[in-house]
């Protein structure tokens, strides 16, 4: 396939998603989740059931935006291909994979304060994110065993994870603060060399 052809591909492909994405936030902050089907949700986007699926796993996953095959971007492959860095490198790449997996979602402030709305509107949404960060950071945790070659349940992985996550979401709220001027990377960078300050 060219490759003019599969950025075509891949574009519509973005449009899709972002269109679910963007349909089942609006009728979740008019409706809540059990004010319209999966079936309303595909007909507001013109797709068919079986395409939704395809996206997401279900209306609640298509609410916070959480695609079936969460490393499309192929962020988690390049992780693991770099091969043992050594424990010291840890932090900078797991910060490094997350940053390629929110740039692959393309993550607006516009799509925060919609995402807020609809938690405010449906509270269970806030559970069912808590549920996906702890499996996405279990996930991160056999990644870095596996990438390290460290026994399984080594408490370094989970601590490097467990702290690159802690420094993301501190960084992720300053970013999408109003005043914030900012650019993310920047703001992740203060943090971790807050932190190498805090161990040296």
């Avoid at 192929?74 to 010291?88: K, M, N, S, V, W």
């Avoid at 279990?138 to 690159?164: C, M, P, T």
Wanted: glycine share 8%.
């Amino acid at each position: 396939m060219s490759e003019s052809a599969m950025s075509t591909r891949e574009r519509r492909k973005e449009e899709t998603a972002r269109g679910l994405r963007e349909a089942a936030r609006r009728l979740t902050i008019e409706r809540g989740l059990a004010g319209f089907t999966v079936e309303e949700l595909c007909e507001e986007v013109g797709v068919s059931r079986r395409t939704l699926f395809n996206y997401y796993a279900s209306k609640e996953n298509a609410v916070i935006g959480i695609p079936v095959d969460l490393d499309e971007s192929g962020a988690a492959e390049r992780f693991l291909a770099e091969g043992p860095r050594g424990i010291e490198h840890l932090l900078d790449d797991l910060i490094a994979l997350n940053l390629a997996r929110w740039d692959y979602g393309g993550l607006t402030v516009d799509d925060i304060r919609e995402l807020i709305k609809a938690v405010d509107r449906e509270p269970r949404l806030a559970a069912h994110m808590l549920k996906l960060a702890g499996e996405g950071e279990r996930e991160d945790i056999l990644l870095v065993e596996r990438r390290e070659g460290l026994a399984s349940g080594d408490l370094r992985a989970a601590a490097a994870v467990q702290l690159a996550g802690g420094l993301l979401r501190a960084s992720v709220e300053e970013f999408f603060r109003p005043e914030g001027s900012d650019e993310l990377p920047a703001i992740i960078r203060r943090r971790i060399d807050a932190v190498r300050e805090l161990f040296a």
